[in-house]
């Protein structure tokens, strides 16, 4: 059981290795490349460019180019499984982008890897040869192992009738002659004989290192040797030099160079959109300097007046700072005459010399306390100060604040000047017609009087719309007065009138009977009312 563990172990890292080597020979046409294969596809990044180099084809869905957050990269590695998936047929994938993103399953890249390397590395097929050997390789292998025996037909001393089991891949004459068919230079394939087979297989796996580039420790020469490398290890390591053999051969063709060509074109372009929405981008970050620098104006304007401000403080301060400087300078004289003083008396007395030492730090305490009295007055000073900034600060936001409060007030009184307005014409309207009726009414009422009616004398609407508001309701109110004592006076003279009648007619006989016009009295009132 340990020594299987062991083994696995081994596998592993040679699948590593390999694979590691085989997707940085793909991504070295991006200049990419990869430090460890179980990370090295965590953001996707490196992954979509994998499968566009794989492909030959161009993944056009967005993705992101500097994925920062978890979400981002498996966005990324999604598209790119979505690509292998739906547009290069790729079937049977078994990791999902969040297992690539993880990082924390080494099995299922390194299945990821041969699946990629099957489908895209395969040699040509050759349909008459499905049933190669009767073994139980599958296609892959069975292309992979002609592609072999297609290649070493020229020897005539290698014979791969036994697959990857053929005795010329033990003593490494098959190795050998791959190294030599690779490059005709690199090495004199008669110098090598069957039987040194320990010899070959060294010497073949450290040729494959420096002339083709493979990884000379995939295989163990002492395991080749004996016969004891399993099928799984022969096959990675000679698709690693089919791999090689077709990396040649595709660099020195036109199509290839073509397809470069082509790829450098389509990249341009995106610089070119890309160059265009920078010039945008420039575009708009022009227009917000130049908010900005607006913003900057009025903040330089509110600056200059602290400013002014603080240079009235620091002029007191400065003030005060002389005053200091003065105050100390006289001191520190009347210390050093102190001290001169003390010198003489030294000699002249211990005693004298003790009173002056008490005189020296007397002054010295003087010197101090007013020294701390001019630090408290500073320190309070500076903080006055910053209570006129805050103050400041408060009093420009309480004036915006009004003026702010102000425009709404004017706003509001402009509407309702307007709505009082069409509320006056409204008003004026109506009284000037009822005023209208009312004369109308009068007409009526004296149209069997034998006198006329007073012309009715009112200022037209035009007129009265030119009047100051109090003379217009005065005036129309006058109007109203007028008609309605006048309407008063005639109903009650028309009543006292229809009584005398009443009385009148109850005098007469009862075969008088009086005939009223009914039709006239229409006919006159109308003519009235026009007039």
């Known amino acids: 059981m340990a020594e299987q563990t062991v083994a696995a172990k081994k596998w592993e890292e040679v699948q590593k290795k390999a694979f590691t080597h085989w997707v940085n020979s793909q991504l070295g046409k991006r200049q990419q490349n990869i430090e460890q294969l179980i990370d090295g596809f965590s953001n996707g990044i490196k992954l979509i460019t994998l499968v566009e180099v794989l492909s030959g084809k161009k993944i056009n869905e967005k993705w992101s180019q500097n994925p920062k957050l978890k979400v981002h990269k498996i966005t990324n590695c999604y598209i790119a499984l979505k690509f292998l998936a739906e547009e290069c047929r790729l079937q049977n994938i078994t990791i999902s982008a969040e297992d690539i993103v993880n990082a924390d399953r080494m099995n299922l890249v390194l299945g990821f890897c041969w699946l990629l390397l099957r489908h895209f590395q395969a040699p040509p097929s050759d349909d008459s040869s499905d049933a190669h050997e009767g073994n139980k390789a599958n296609a892959f292998e069975a292309n992979l192992l002609k592609w072999c025996a297609d290649t070493l037909s020229v020897y005539p001393d290698i014979d791969l009738k036994d697959g990857f089991k053929s005795d010329c891949f033990h003593n490494a004459k098959a190795l050998l ?6 490059d005709k230079n690199s090495l004199d394939y008669s110098k090598f004989p069957p039987g040194d087979k320990l010899n070959n297989c ?11 580039g493979i990884p000379g420790d ?12 399993s099928d799984s290890n022969m096959v990675l390591y000679l698709s690693l030099i089919y791999n090689a053999y077709k990396e040649k051969n595709q660099g020195q063709t036109k199509e290839n160079i073509m397809k470069r060509i082509s790829d450098l074109e389509a990249h341009l372009k995106v610089l070119l959109v890309e160059n265009e929405e920078l010039k945008s981008i420039k575009g708009n970050v022009e227009l917000s300097i130049k908010d900005i620098e607006q913003q900057l104006e009025v903040v330089t304007e509110e600056k200059n007046a602290l400013f002014l401000s603080k240079e009235e403080r620091e002029t007191e301060l400065g003030s005060l700072q002389e005053s200091y400087s003065k105050e100390k300078t006289e001191l520190e004289g009347t210390i050093q005459e102190l001290e001169e003083n003390i010198n003489l008396l030294k000699s002249a007395s211990g005693e004298n010399q003790h009173q002056l030492e008490s005189a020296k730090e007397e002054v010295k305490k003087e010197r101090d306390s007013i020294r701390e009295e001019l630090q408290k ?4 000073l500076n903080k006055e100060k910053e ?3 805050a103050e400041n600060d408060l009093l420009t936001a309480n004036v915006r604040r009004a003026q702010r409060a102000r425009e709404e007030l004017e706003e509001r009184m402009k509407q309702s000047q307007e709505e009082h307005s069409k509320t006056i014409h409204l008003l004026r309207k109506h009284l000037l017609q009822h005023v209208r009726d009312m004369h109308v009414w009068k007409v009526f009422l004296e149209q069997d009087r034998e006198y006329e009616s007073e012309d009715l ?16 309701i005065a005036t129309v109110d006058t109007a109203i007065s007028e008609e309605n004592t006048k309407l008063d006076e005639l109903l009650k003279e028309r009543q006292e009138e229809d009584a005398a009648l009443a009385a009148k007619k109850a005098a007469l006989p009862p075969s008088v009977v009086i005939v009223v016009d009914k039709k006239k009295d229409k006919d006159q009132a109308k003519k009235a009312a026009k007039k």
């Open 177 to 182: 002659g791959l190294i030599a068919e690779y």
């Open 202 to 212: 060294n010497q073949a796996l450290k040729l494959g290192e420096s002339v083709i």
């Open 218 to 229: 995939l295989i163990d020469p002492a395991e080749l040797a004996e016969g004891k490398i």
């Open 377 to 380: 007055t500073k320190d309070k």
């Open 387 to 389: 209570d006129l900034l």
């Open 457 to 472: 004398h009112l200022e037209m609407e035009p007129e009265l719309e030119s009047m100051p508001f109090a003379e217009q």
